[in-house]
């Protein structure tokens, strides 16, 4: 086994228990170049594993490289610029060289503190939105594990209710309050009848584009649950559930009539007040009703009124009638009395 190989072994084992941003973006080759001439001024040697942990613990354990590091999607690649800038120079001047451990100490505490200053200003972590989703653009870059952090939602958002009128149209949005990718797939899936987020439990009803599910005219088939599930590279980003109640037309008429039926009943025709509203806050809808049935009630007096007289007209037409026919006869004796 060649140089190289033995001090990449020795490399490996001094960082085998955690990593940070320098092990994440400086090359091992580097790595070696940059410890080649560390001079152990306590014992006289050159010494590269002493030099392994002088980095491990200017960079591994310190932990505001560490929090410097915690950069928003996508801004690992300047990280590693950063880095390279500080470390590759130094590594370039070294190989070959010996130099005392004090050198190293002061210019690898240097290059520590000049990483931590650029990397601050790197933009943050935009924050992860609850409470469903893999939230790529919410993550933050972990120096330890030297990768993305995400968000740890769980996959599935909770079910969102809907309830519509029978024949009347309905539509669910697949929309999210988190950024997406550009390359995405929309899938929706129907469980017909329940209530559930068994992904066994759903058919598959379109593929593509859509983000709108829309019902023209929904009728009680259509009663059930619906998944909106957001692919990406064929990975799944987040699945939206919503349940649709549909109450039928007839059962919709009958309630309106029973309310008609029980506000007849209540005192002083009073109707029940709407949540929110004050109980004694006058409602336009029944003084409408009031006028209605005063008017009809005066109509039905006046009807019956003229019924009424016109049922006497009769009885007064056949007393003229008998009162002419009686002066006629006393006139007929009078001219027979003369007569004689």
């Not at 030099?51 to 996508?74: H, K, P, Q, S």
């Not at 309050?177 to 598959?204: C, G, H, M, S, Y």
Request: negative net charge.
């Amino acid at each position: 086994m060649n140089t190289s190989a033995l001090w990449l072994v020795c490399f490996s084992s001094m960082f085998s228990t955690s990593l940070s941003c320098y092990e994440c973006f400086v090359d091992v080759n580097d790595s070696l170049r940059l410890c080649w001439g560390y001079f152990y001024t306590e014992y006289g040697v050159r010494n590269v594993d002493t030099c392994f942990r002088t980095l491990g613990r200017i960079f591994t354990n310190n932990e505001d490289v560490i929090e410097a590091g915690r950069v928003g999607n996508g801004y690992d690649k300047q990280l590693k610029e950063i880095l390279d800038a500080e470390i590759l120079p130094i590594a370039e001047e070294f190989d070959n060289q010996l130099n005392n451990d004090t050198v190293y100490e002061e210019r690898l505490q240097t290059a520590a503190d000049n990483f931590i200053a650029a990397a601050s200003k790197l933009p943050r972590v935009s924050g992860c939105v609850p409470p469903c989703g893999f939230q790529s653009a919410g993550a933050e870059y972990n120096c330890i594990t030297c990768q993305y952090d995400s968000c740890e939602f769980p996959l599935d958002c909770p079910v969102e209710e809907i309830e519509v009128m029978e024949y009347n149209r309905s539509k669910m949005l697949c929309k999210v309050p988190f950024q997406l990718p550009d390359n995405i797939e929309v899938i929706w899936r129907f469980a017909e009848e329940v209530k559930t987020q068994q992904v066994d439990q759903f058919t598959e009803v379109t593929a593509g584009l859509d983000w709108v599910y829309s019902i023209p005219s929904t009728s009680l088939q259509h009663q059930g649950t619906y998944q909106c599930e957001i692919y990406s590279n064929q990975r799944s980003i987040v699945r939206l559930y919503y349940y649709l109640t549909v109450t039928p037309q007839v059962e919709a008429g009958h309630t309106e009539l029973q309310e008609i039926f029980d506000l007849s009943l209540l005192p002083g025709g009073q109707l029940l007040p709407a949540p929110g509203d004050s109980p004694h806050s006058p409602l336009f809808p029944l003084a409408l009703l009031l006028t209605a049935c005063l008017t009809a009630l005066l109509l039905l007096l006046f009807l019956s009124l003229g019924a009424l007289y016109l049922s006497t007209m009769p009885e007064r037409t056949s007393h003229s009638e008998q009162h002419a026919e009686g002066e006629e006869d006393f006139l007929e004796l009078k001219k027979i009395h003369l007569v004689q």
